[in-house]
C-alpha cells in the first residue's frame, strides 16, 4: 500500500472553509503517496490517532506564522495569522516528532517548523529584509523566480545531484536564525535560508518555494516529493 501522508488544512476566514491547493495532493499522489487532509481540531487525542495512522505529514504553505510563536509582536496589519491554523499544527508537529514521522515543509511549512523550534522569523522581508531578489513573484508560480545555493554535503544535494536550482517564489517572510538542531540545504542569493533538514532525525526537510506548483514541469520538484514520500516506504 502506499504510504498515507497527512496534509496540514489552508483555511479561508471569508468563506468560513477549509480548502486545498491541488498541487499538495497531486505531489504526493505522483510520488505514490496517499494525501489525506487533516481538519481543525483542537483535541490532542484525537489528532494523536490521525498523526499515528499517517507515515508522514506535510506542512503547507499560507497564513503567516504568528510572532508570538517566537516570543515577538506583530510589526503591523501586514502580518496575517490564523491563530487556529497555529494551534493545530503545533500540536500535529510535536505529537509527529515524538513519533518519528517524517515531516515536509513548504514555504509557511519551512517558517513554522523553524520558529516552532526554537528559531525566529522575518516578519516581513520588504521592511527587516530588503534586496533586489524577487521573493514575491506574481502568477504564474510555476515560472522560477531566482536561483538558490544547494549546500555541499546537504541530503538536498544529494538528491538533486545539482548545487543551484531555480526556484519560484511566493513569501514575504522568512526564516532569520535557525533553531537549534536544524541546518540550512540552500540558500538565495541574499543570504537567506531556503531549505533546511534536521540531521539527528529520521527525515525532516523543509522548503521555502513551492514544489506544488511546478512538479508538472518540472522534475527537480518530482524528486522532492518522492524523497519524502520514499523515507515511508
Keep these: 500500500m502506499n504510504p498515507l501522508i ?6 479561508d476566514e471569508k468563506k468560513d472553509s477549509i480548502w486545498m491547493l491541488p498541487g499538495y495532493m497531486d505531489g504526493i499522489l505522483q510520488a505514490k503517496g496517499t494525501p489525506i487532509i487533516f481538519p481543525f481540531s483542537d483535541d490532542q487525542e484525537e489528532l494523536k490517532r490521525l498523526v499515528e495512522l499517517c507515515d508522514g505529514i506535510l506542512f503547507t504553505g499560507g497564513h503567516d506564522v504568528s510572532p508570538m510563536l517566537y516570543h515577538e ?7 496575517s495569522c490564523c491563530d487556529k491554523r497555529d494551534k493545530l499544527e503545533s500540536t500535529v508537529l510535536q505529537i509527529a516528532l515524538e513519533a518519528e514521522k517524517p515531516i515536509l515543509g513548504i514555504c509557511r511549512g519551512i517558517q513554522f517548523i523553524n520558529a516552532f523550534l526554537g528559531g525566529t522569523l522575518y516578519q516581513d522581508l520588504p521592511l527587516q529584509h530588503p534586496s533586489e531578489v524577487p521573493h514575491r513573484q506574481p502568477a504564474p508560480y510555476n515560472i522560477p523566480a531566482h536561483s538558490v545555493r544547494i549546500l555541499e554535503g546537504s541530503p538536498l ?15 514575504h517572510q522568512a526564516i532569520k536564525t535557525l533553531a537549534p538542531g536544524l541546518e540550512p540545504m540552500a540558500v538565495s542569493p541574499d543570504g537567506l535560508v531556503e531549505a533546511l533538514y534536521m540531521p539527528c532525525y529520521k527525515y525532516l526537510w523543509a522548503v521555502q518555494w513551492h514544489p506544488e506548483f511546478s512538479f508538472r514541469t518540472d522534475e527537480n520538484s518530482r524528486k522532492i516529493f518522492r524523497a519524502f514520500v520514499e523515507t515511508m516506504r
Design 6 to 11: 497527512g496534509i496540514m488544512p489552508l483555511w
Design 73 to 79: 509582536e506583530p510589526l503591523d496589519e501586514l502580518i
Design 157 to 171: 544535494r544529494q538528491c538533486l545531484g545539482i548545487d543551484e536550482l531555480p526556484v519560484n517564489s511566493c513569501h
